[in-house]
């Protein structure tokens, strides 16, 4: 993750978000940069947003009325991404935040990141991977709670085949075999004369192949514990002064 902070848009698609993960919804972003913008879409006179206004007042999120004229037609999308683009245009922020599993945000995610922004999305893995793949980050809700993980199951391995020649290679199995080839592959573009690398610089990478990747998936709250339950991964510790900055490398 980029030690870099921004002043962050958080849109949040009424119709297509849990009201229930908005606590977890904003500590998240709050990784990131600073909510700045906080606003919420939806047809407030529907029961279909009850489960929102307490939780929007104690986050001090904005809510914007969006009726829906015509049954079946989600007014909501339009207003969202008029809105953004305003926002764009008013150079307030450096990154948005869009809250939602909706395919519909993918060319406003592309739109984005075409000015030079951070985008974030955040929204349940039944998501479109066309909207994954626009954002620079995409969080998947389920992964808000790590799976827990028997301390047994840590140090298995399996056999993959990683070439067309069936080249087999030993690898921990936690991971499947397309996070397992996003690591291998961030960890090469990462490493330097030693083939040794910064983990912080190799999660840089994983989040260029892969947006939506999260050592959370796996139970761990963090790329370094992962390494460390990889069979074919060591990690050393860097400790300069009180900060440690640990790298990794094959075994």
Known sequence: MSDKKFNIAILIDGDNAQAKLLKETIEEVSKYGKATVRRIYGDWTSNVMNSWKDLINQHSINPIQKFSYTTGKNSTDGALIIDAMDILHSKTVEGFCIVSSDSDYTGLAKRIREEGLFVMGIGEKKTPEAFVKSCDIFTYTENFTPKKREKDEQN????????????EKKKSNILNDKDYETISKAFDIS??????????????????????FDARAYGYNSLSKLFENLDDFVVIKNEVGELNHPLVKRK
């Open 191 to 212: 490493t330097n004369d030693n083939d040794i690398a910064y983990i912080a610089q190799v999660g840089t990478n994983i989040r260029k192949i892969d947006p939506s």
């Open 156 to 167: 298995k391995a399996t056999t993959v085949a990683v070439t067309e020649k069936k080249v």
